[in-house]
């Protein structure tokens, strides 16, 4: 209800993305995925000059990217992995989460206002995850509204899959998570979790 971009921090597999995308089609919003890595850069997000597909390649033209085309209809935008953004990214991202809720495009020359029904949400995994993952600037954690999500337990995984897949046996249900938690309990490099209890439903 609020017009303050969101962050939602937790544990891979817990249902960070699954809750925007929920929420927001509950509401009636188009909802954008846009994952970030280090590699990311503005221009992936903004758009860029491509081949004019009516002239045969022969002249080039700009095409909006997903972040500045949600931006314009007011879609609702998660910037998922968030803390593997470059600080480039971080940099030009600014103006969107403050009181200017503008994006300016170097390559246009032009600031483009938010959408009043725009939306930000960001996604990451903790930086104690890492691979590649980084605590972000305080003074750009400050324009998020921050929400943490625990890990889930198996009484959660009992009732999300048992609301998702109704025709599976009580049993087999309960044999499926009671295996992923005698997984985890080896303290293996990988941790499993909904996603793998989901990959063994089907």
Known sequence: QMPLPVLIEGPPGVGKTSLVYSLGKRLGFNVVRINLSEHTEMLDLVGSELPDESSNGSKFGWRD??????????????????????????????????HRATLFVPELNMEFKCHPKFRIFGCQNPASAGHGRKSLPRSFLNRFTKVYVDELCAEDFEY?????????????????????????????DFEFNLRDVFACAK
């Open 65 to 98: 990217g997903a972040f500045l085309t949600a931006l314009k209809n007011g879609d609702w935008v998660i910037l998922d992995e968030l803390n593997l953004a470059s600080q480039s990214v971080l940099e030009g991202l600014n103006s969107c989460l403050d």
């Open 160 to 188: 999300i899959i048992s609301h998702s897949y109704t025709t599976l046996p009580l049993k087999l249900r309960q044999d499926m998570i009671h295996f992923v938690s005698e997984l985890n309990e080896l303290n293996l």
